[in-house]
């Protein structure tokens, strides 16, 4: 099966970064999509980044010109740089994996900007 484990999440002040990352493990297809959701308190989950293992990228508006999605396929490693981050950026950050017709999740990472 498929793994997924985040790390990198925590608290940081508002203007400031963050790094998260995430490392899928298990059977990986040589072609798939990783990348981040976020899910802010009472709201739903919704795409922040994803890309490619052809390294096409994908971004939400609210985060371009800020976040930064990554990877590194010879690790199954996917990452997202944040920066100038914002009190609206709080949230809990999933990792995502589609492969083969399937969404893999992580467990989930808060990051908190306070107001």
């Known amino acids: 099966q498929v793994q997924l484990v985040e790390s990198g999440g925590g608290l940081v002040q508002s203007g400031g970064s963050l790094r998260l990352s995430c490392a899928a493990s298990g059977s990986i297809t040589s072609l798939n999509t990783m990348g981040w959701y976020r899910r802010a308190p009472g709201k739903q989950r919704d795409l922040v980044a994803t890309?490619?293992?052809?390294?096409?990228?994908s971004y939400a508006d609210s985060v371009k010109g800020r976040f930064t999605v990554s990877r590194d396929n010879a690790r199954n490693t996917v990452f997202l740089q944040m920066n100038s981050l914002k009190p609206e950026d709080t949230a809990v950050y999933y990792c995502?994996?589609?492969?083969?017709?399937?969404?893999?999740w992580g467990q989930g990472t808060q990051v908190t900007v306070p107001q």
């Open positions: 995502y994996l589609f492969q083969s017709y399937r969404n893999y």
């Open positions: 890309v490619t293992t052809l390294n096409t990228t």
